[in-house]
Structure formats: structure tokens, C-alpha cells
């Protein structure tokens, strides 16, 4: 069976290396794919590419960066919208996660001063990832995953990107900063949205076949 490609709509290197290492590992025998960026896209193609994320929710987000790199190639995308959902900011920054601030650190420094008054307790916090992944046929399916945290007052550990140093993990007692990326990849939100693409992919590709 000759692999299957796709590609991923994403200019997010922490996020791109995360879904190709998990995409990596996980794709299995005798399922394949070669799995492409936006790396590979020529000269052209990468002026088009332009997604404007004025989306209400994940879910329109991860269409909208879908369906812009769909329509220039008319192959199979995948596209992830993710973000830091935190109870005491009324669900902030949630879509806004990374038009927060300019950089993770600005990001963080924010986060932490619109929490300054809140206690540990009151420091409840998720994130969220939507993926869309849209076949050469321009049919589109959504997989959510989730995982619950709390954001803590300092930033710990330099592993992963954006919100990882603050967001503390309690059953593995770390920040997702802390986590080698295979333990963020055995917990992550990406992964268990990305679990549930892989087990449709298989499918997918077992009956295309
Ligand atoms: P997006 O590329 O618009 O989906 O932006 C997602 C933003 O949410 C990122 O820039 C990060 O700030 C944050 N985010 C999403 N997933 C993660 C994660 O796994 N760790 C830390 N921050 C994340």
C-alpha cells in the first residue's frame, strides 16, 4: 500500500514537530504516510497560503487554516487550532491564545498578572486542541482533545512551547514544561485529538483502498 499524503496546515514549529513526531510513531504497519509542511510548498503556493483566524471557536479556526491550504492544493490537509482555556479569565485566552500577546513570553507575563490575585485553587485551566482534517475531496472531519491543569505563579521547565512552563500538570506532578516530549505526548491534548485522527485515518485509508 503505497502511503498515504497529507499535509499540515500549520506555520507553528512547536506544534508542527509535536504532530509529526506523534504522527510518526503512531501511523503503523500496514498503514503509511508521508506527512508534508508548509515547508514543502513552492515559491507560489506559499504566497497564497494566507488563513485569517477570525474564527469564533476551535473549530472554525482549524476549518478556516484547513480549508486555506486545501483550496491551494486540492489535497488532503490537516490543521490543528489549539489554546489555554483558564476558568478564573472566563475561558481567556482560549481562541486568543496565540494573539494574546507577541511572544510566549509576553504571552505568560500577561497570563500571570491577570491571575495575580487568584489562589492555586482558583487556578483551574485546560487546553483545548480542535484538528480538521479535510480529504482530496473537500469532506471535512473534526477530533477534540483536552487536558485538565492548573496555571501556576512561576514558569517551570524549558521543554515544549507558548503556555507549557505555567501549565502544571498534577498527576505527573510537573509543568508541561517540565515534560520530556514523551511524557507531553502521553498526556497531551494534541495527542488525544490526534489518537482519535490516527484510528479514523487507518479506517479511512483501509476503505479507500
Ligand atoms: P494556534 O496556532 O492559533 O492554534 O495557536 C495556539 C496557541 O495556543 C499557541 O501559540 C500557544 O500559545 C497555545 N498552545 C496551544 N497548544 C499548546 C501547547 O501544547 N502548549 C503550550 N501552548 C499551547
Redesign the pocket.
Known sequence: MNPYKFYIS?E?E??VK?ILKFLHEEIRPPFSANVLTLNSLDESQKNKYNPV?NGISFLE?ARIKARALYSILREPVLA?????EVDALNGEPGVF??R?EKT?EL?IGRLLRELTDFQQQMRSAR?I?CLCFIDKFGNEIFFNGKVEGIIIDQPRGNH?????PV?YYPPLNKT?GELTPDEKQNV???SHALKLFVHFLAKYIEFSA
Open positions: 500549520s507553528n512547536g506544534k509535536e483566524e479556526n490543528d487550532d489549539s489554546g489555554l491564545s496565540s494574546y510566549d504571552r487546553f486542541s515544549g512551547f507558548g503556555y507549557d501549565f508541561f497531551s491534548h494534541r
